[in-house]
């Protein structure tokens, strides 16, 4: 999810697992016609904790890597955009978000790396400065932490 305003970066959400179903609409509506509300993958997770497995809102945080607060909004953004979706015969749709996948077999740690997503060009991180804060010596372009968000692992997500 990318902003256009200055502000904090959005944090990376743990989901339990993707979708395996990224699409619903309604019947008898040729699919030309039908309009789509997105729905982001953290939003879905919000909706599967809350809704579905009963979690209050602080355990369901904690499990997404969140604040209470920060789930809330989540949780309220899954809600309406799923209401308007039935209230108005919209396709509902499910993809985006900054999200990670749990994995019990990967460790917890992220690799003392920084690269550069246009060029590729790896150095080794300095701790207590963000790589984003780094720019890559051969093409001034901004760096990522390898393994973190918005890395190749998790691109497809984004």
Same mark, same amino acid.
């Given at each position: 999810?990318?902003? *256009?305003?200055?502000? &904090?970066?959005? $944090?990376? +959400? *743990?989901? +339990? ?5 990224? @699409? ?9 016609? !039908? ?6 993958? =953290? ?7 809350? =809704? &579905?497995?009963?979690? /209050?809102?602080? %355990? ?5 890597? #969140?604040? +209470? !607060? ?28 900054? #999200?990670? !996948?749990?994995? =019990?077999?990967?460790? =917890? ?16 991180? #300095?701790?207590? #400065?963000? @790589?984003? %804060?780094?720019?890559?010596?051969? @093409? ?10 918005? $890395?190749?692992? *998790?691109?497809? /997500?984004?």
């Amino acid at each position: 999810m990318k902003r *256009n305003r200055a502000g &904090r970066p959005v $944090s990376c +959400r *743990n989901v +339990r697992e993707m979708p395996k179903v990224t @699409c619903f609409g309604p019947e008898g509506m040729c699919q030309g016609e !039908q309009e789509s509300v997105m729905l982001t993958v =953290d939003e879905l997770e919000a909706i599967r904790l809350a =809704d &579905r497995e009963g979690c /209050y809102q602080s %355990e369901a945080a904690v499990r997404m890597n #969140v604040s +209470r !607060q920060t789930f809330g909004r989540i949780l309220e953004s899954a809600h309406r955009k799923v209401a308007e979706a039935i209230v108005e015969g919209k396709r509902l749709c499910i993809e985006g978000g900054v #999200v990670r !996948q749990e994995c =019990d077999t990967l460790p =917890d740690f992220r690799p003392d790396v920084c690269f550069c997503p246009e060029c590729g060009h790896e150095l080794p991180h #300095v701790k207590g #400065v963000p @790589c984003r %804060e780094s720019h890559c010596p051969l @093409c001034n372009f901004p760096l990522q932490r390898k393994g973190g968000c918005g $890395s190749e692992l *998790n691109q497809q /997500y984004l």
